[in-house]
């Protein structure tokens, strides 16, 4: 298959080409209105399979991936077994493999059964392909725990993903602390469950020598405390989610359960912050944290109602449309976020052509009821994006292709 | 009006048909015969997933006063303890013919919920710490009835502002109705940005009650002392405690208001639950009043 005249923008490129899959097809396309940037890599998400699958599986969350535009995803262990063993590690795998489609790199447990008491086997996980360790969702409260974590995980080359949430600061709070949470009478998670343990991790990663990296950042002082840790040269890399730059906790109000996330939706110089810590670098990478879930678990009380979002396929047109096109990133800088340095962080290889190819100018509207994830809860609904996917190509093949470019 | 699930989205002008009706409904209570023909032929419901004598009989009474018909359903004698879902419990009721749905749910937001699924009227009878919108109109009601205006009032709210409901549902009304809200209460039960919201925070009990209308104490749990939001129940009646010495500050005819129940000695002296200033029984029958006035609102 040939792109006839297509732009293809990488970090330091920008350029009219005309690109070759070698996929058998003799289809030339003309993609003079297309974009191809270097294929997206999710370095956080939830395909929800072993345990869940009522909410997602690994073939309904690679689909949804690869209409979302990415080729390469890294899954969370907070599944049912937890991955915290190579037998969860090698069925994943396996599974993802056999789809030849969208590629699955499990992150491994950093304890047992994510109980922030015993180490997991990070050596053999690593050894069964496993890219990274965390206890996602349940964040390690022992400080000295962490440290070995970090020490241990270092000496196999796994880098490790903390989730930051000091879960004694944040009570039983079930969204940002502040304005919204007081009218609204819900608890609030404070600012500083976050921080506390950003600060902590940063202080380890100090102390240690050692890298650690920041999942999902969403405050203002996380952002400052990172900026200045990497700038005394401690090994801090830290990835924020689409939600924190585009959302604040005013999506609450009307106790809009599928604004329910964890970290919560912050406030406006929170959102600030976030887009000014992906200018100037402090903030390595964006990751969809896509958490999908059933419509039951969000039609409830939003005090009981599950945290999180269906990403996947929404992720790249809401970065476009609020970062490239709002003037904040050049495309080339959002490539670095969202191919690039997840990659970097995850060390994995590049190889073989991976690609997504987006139209720049055609406006589309979210619909979560018609998302192919299992997972429609999004906040999302009726935004209006530019960045619309149309192809994804992993290792020279097409594994998505667009309706609206079909036929 | 189609439901009434708090005072932050109800207008000054439906606050204020409220409270005109309520002074109608006032006179079928205060009558012989207490029985009206306003709800003839109308279903009502009361669910409620927190125990409550006097809220629950409240709205009982005020259904029966104008002769509908009435259930009530408690979280724990109903299939709630079986898991079924707020909406499953609120779709069922719904369908044996209820027009008003009464709920009162430990959950801010559940009222909402249902109000958006179903059909039927729904009263928001206290969700979590959200609101209390029929205790905030009866008592504006209260003070209406013996200040003649809610415009130009200083009313301080005292207490555990953090968890209550009553607190956030009188700051919505009160300061639609043009009155001054103080609250005042340890700087652990004080919500952040409650200033926002319109009231003013005032940490010392002497300084907030100067020259106030009306204070109304709030109910604090006293196991929230474990939680490390004060330290013993003997230092918060000293510092926060309404007494006499307290309502020599505040102006001459000022009210003492108290949703109740009441722990004697803690948030007030017992001398002034039971002194002159206090309307704490009369807020009881205006809270039946209230109750009979938006039953008849919302199913008119
Ligand atoms: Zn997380």
Same mark, same amino acid.
């Given at each position: 298959?040939?792109?006839?005249?297509?732009? =293809?923008?990488?970090?330091?490129?920008?350029?009219?080409?005309?690109?070759?899959?070698?996929?058998? !097809?003799?289809?030339?396309?003309?993609?003079?209105?297309?974009?191809?940037?270097?294929?997206?890599?999710?370095?956080?998400?939830?395909?929800?399979?072993?345990? =869940?699958?009522?909410?997602?599986?690994?073939?309904?969350?690679?689909?949804?991936?690869?209409?979302?535009?990415?080729?390469?995803?890294?899954?969370?262990?907070?599944?049912?077994?937890?991955?915290?063993?190579?037998?969860?590690? !090698?069925?994943?795998?396996?599974?993802?493999?056999?789809?030849?489609?969208?590629?699955? =790199?499990?992150?491994?447990?950093?304890?047992?059964?994510?109980?922030?008491?015993?180490?997991?086997?990070?050596?053999?996980?690593?050894?069964?392909?496993?890219?990274?360790? &965390?206890?996602?969702?349940?964040?390690?409260?022992?400080?000295?725990?962490?440290?070995?974590?970090?020490?241990?995980?270092? &000496?196999?080359?796994?880098?490790?993903?903390?989730?930051?949430?000091?879960?004694?600061?944040?009570?039983?709070?079930?969204?940002?602390?502040?304005?919204?949470?007081?009218?609204?009478?819900?608890?609030?998670?404070?600012?500083?469950?976050?921080?506390?343990?950003?600060?902590?991790?940063?202080?380890?990663?100090?102390?240690?020598?050692?890298?650690?990296?920041?999942?999902?950042?969403?405050?203002?002082?996380?952002?400052?405390?990172?900026?200045?840790?990497?700038?005394?040269?401690?090994?801090?890399?830290?990835?924020?989610?689409?939600?924190?730059?585009?959302?604040?906790?005013?999506?609450?109000?009307?106790?809009?359960?599928?604004?329910?996330?964890?970290?919560?939706?912050?406030?406006?110089?929170?959102?600030?912050?976030?887009?000014?810590?992906?200018?100037?670098?402090?903030?390595?990478?964006?990751?969809?944290?896509?958490?999908?879930?059933?419509?039951?678990?969000?039609?409830?009380?939003?005090?009981?109602?599950?945290?999180?979002?269906?990403?996947?396929?929404?992720?790249?047109?809401?970065?476009?449309?609020?970062?490239?096109?709002?003037?904040?990133?050049?495309?080339?800088?959002?490539?670095?976020?969202? !191919?690039?340095?997840?990659?970097?962080?995850?060390?994995?290889?590049?190889?073989?052509?991976?690609?997504?190819?987006?139209?720049?100018?055609?406006?589309?509207?979210?619909?979560?009821?018609?998302?192919?994830?299992?997972?429609?809860?999004?906040?999302?609904?009726?935004?209006?994006?530019?960045?619309?996917?149309? =192809?994804?190509?992993?290792?020279?093949?097409?594994?998505?292709?667009?309706?609206?470019?079909?036929? | 009006?189609?439901?009434?699930?708090?005072?932050?989205?109800?207008?000054?002008?439906?606050?204020?048909?409220?409270?005109?009706?309520?002074?109608?409904?006032?006179?079928?209570?205060?009558?012989?015969?207490?029985?009206?023909?306003?709800?003839?032929?109308?279903?009502?419901?009361?669910?409620?997933?927190? $125990?409550?004598?006097?809220?629950?009989?409240?709205?009982?009474?005020?259904?029966?006063?104008?002769?509908?018909?009435?259930?009530?359903?408690?979280?724990?004698?109903?299939?709630?303890?079986?898991? %079924?879902?707020?909406?499953?419990?609120?779709?069922?009721?719904?369908?044996?013919?209820?027009?008003?749905?009464?709920?009162?749910?430990?959950?801010?937001?559940?009222?909402?919920?249902?109000?958006?699924?179903?059909?039927?009227?729904?009263?928001?009878?206290?969700?979590?710490?959200? %609101?209390?919108?029929?205790?905030?109109?009866?008592?504006?009601?209260?003070?209406?009835?013996?200040?003649?205006?809610?415009?130009?009032?200083?009313?301080?709210?005292?207490?555990?502002?953090?968890?209550?409901?009553?607190?956030?549902?009188?700051?919505?009304?009160?300061?639609?109705?043009?009155? %001054?809200?103080?609250?005042?209460?340890?700087?652990?039960?004080?919500?952040?940005?409650?200033?926002?919201?319109?009231?003013?925070?005032?940490? $010392?009990?002497?300084?907030?009650?100067?020259?106030?209308?009306?204070?109304?104490?709030?109910?604090?749990?006293?196991?929230?002392?474990?939680?490390?939001?004060?330290?013993?129940?003997?230092?918060?009646?000293?510092?926060?405690?309404?007494?006499?010495?307290?309502?020599?500050?505040?102006?001459?005819?000022?009210?003492?208001?108290?949703?109740?129940?009441?722990?004697?000695?803690?948030?007030?002296?017992?001398?002034?639950?039971?002194?002159?200033?206090?309307?704490?029984?009369?807020?009881?029958?205006?809270?039946?009043?209230?109750?009979?006035?938006?039953?008849?609102?919302?199913?008119?």
């Amino acid at each position: 298959m040939v792109f006839k005249n297509i732009r =293809y923008v990488s970090v330091n490129e920008d350029k009219v080409m005309d690109i070759h899959l070698d996929d058998g !097809s003799d289809k030339v396309v003309d993609a003079k209105n297309l974009v191809a940037i270097p294929g997206l890599v999710d370095m956080h998400c939830h395909l929800r399979d072993p345990g =869940y699958e009522y909410k997602e599986d690994i073939a309904s969350g690679v689909k949804a991936a690869a209409k979302g535009g990415f080729v390469k995803i890294a899954c969370m262990p907070n599944t049912k077994p937890v991955i915290d063993n190579s037998a969860v590690v !090698s069925y994943i795998r396996k599974k993802a493999e056999s789809l030849k489609s969208v590629k699955v =790199y499990p992150i491994g447990a950093i304890t047992k059964n994510i109980e922030g008491k015993e180490l997991a086997e990070i050596g053999d996980m690593k050894a069964h392909g496993a890219v990274a360790i &965390s206890d996602d969702g349940n964040p390690v409260m022992s400080s000295s725990l962490m440290k070995k974590a970090m020490i241990y995980a270092h &000496s196999f080359d796994m880098p490790v993903i903390s989730h930051c949430e000091d879960k004694d600061l944040a009570e039983d709070g079930s969204m940002n602390e502040g304005f919204v949470s007081t009218v609204l009478g819900l608890r609030g998670i404070p600012k500083a469950a976050e921080e506390a343990m950003v600060a902590r991790e940063i202080i380890l990663a100090e102390y240690t020598g050692l890298p650690v990296h920041i999942a999902h950042v969403s405050t203002r002082l996380a952002v400052h405390m990172i900026r200045d840790a990497k700038k005394r040269g401690v090994k801090v890399t830290c990835e924020t989610c689409h939600h924190y730059f585009t959302l604040t906790d005013e999506t609450v109000y009307g106790f809009n359960t599928y604004a329910k996330v964890n970290p919560p939706l912050r406030e406006k110089e929170d959102v600030e912050a976030i887009i000014e810590g992906l200018k100037d670098g402090t903030i390595d990478a964006i990751a969809t944290d896509h958490a999908p879930h059933h419509e039951d678990e969000k039609k409830i009380e939003f005090q009981l109602a599950a945290n999180g979002i269906s990403g996947f396929e929404t992720a790249f047109g809401l970065s476009y449309t609020y970062l490239v096109r709002a003037g904040h990133l050049s495309l080339g800088e959002l490539v670095d976020k969202m !191919s690039i340095r997840p990659l970097e962080i995850l060390k994995i290889k590049d190889e073989g052509v991976n690609l997504t190819i987006f139209d720049p100018n055609v406006k589309f509207v979210v619909e979560p009821e018609k998302f192919v994830s299992k997972g429609k809860n999004s906040p999302f609904g009726g935004f209006e994006l530019f960045g619309e996917v149309m =192809y994804t190509v992993v290792d020279g093949r097409i594994v998505y292709t667009s309706d609206k470019v079909k036929g | 009006m189609k439901h009434l699930l708090g005072l932050k989205d109800t207008s000054k002008e439906e606050i204020e048909n409220i409270l005109e009706t309520a002074r109608g409904m006032q006179v079928i209570l205060d009558s012989n015969i207490k029985k009206a023909p306003h709800l003839n032929g109308k279903s009502i419901v009361t669910l409620f997933y927190e $125990n409550s004598t006097r809220t629950r009989l409240s709205f009982e009474l005020a259904s029966k006063y104008l002769s509908s018909a009435s259930a009530n359903i408690s979280a724990s004698s109903s299939s709630v303890a079986k898991g %079924e879902t707020l909406l499953d419990t609120g779709r069922t009721i719904q369908r044996m013919g209820t027009d008003v749905i009464i709920i009162r749910h430990p959950m801010a937001g559940a009222p909402h919920l249902l109000a958006k699924h179903l059909n039927c009227s729904i009263v928001n009878a206290g969700d979590g710490m959200n %609101e209390h919108p029929t205790q905030a109109l009866l008592d504006m009601y209260t003070m209406l009835r013996h200040k003649g205006t809610l415009q130009g009032l200083k009313v301080v709210i005292t207490g555990d502002v953090l968890h209550s409901r009553v607190a956030r549902s009188n700051i919505w009304g009160l300061t639609k109705m043009g009155a %001054e809200v103080v609250v005042n209460g340890p700087a652990t039960m004080m919500p952040v940005a409650i200033e926002d919201m319109g009231a003013r925070v005032e940490p $010392n009990i002497k300084h907030a009650v100067k020259d106030a209308d009306v204070i109304m104490g709030l109910r604090i749990q006293l196991e929230r002392q474990k939680s490390g939001l004060f330290p013993t129940i003997r230092e918060y009646s000293k510092f926060f405690s309404v007494n006499e010495e307290t309502l020599s500050y505040a102006a001459k005819d000022c009210l003492i208001m108290h949703p109740g129940p009441v722990n004697r000695g803690v948030e007030m002296t017992s001398m002034l639950i039971d002194g002159d200033s206090s309307v704490i029984e009369e807020q009881v029958t205006s809270g039946v009043a209230v109750r009979m006035a938006i039953l008849y609102i919302l199913t008119r």
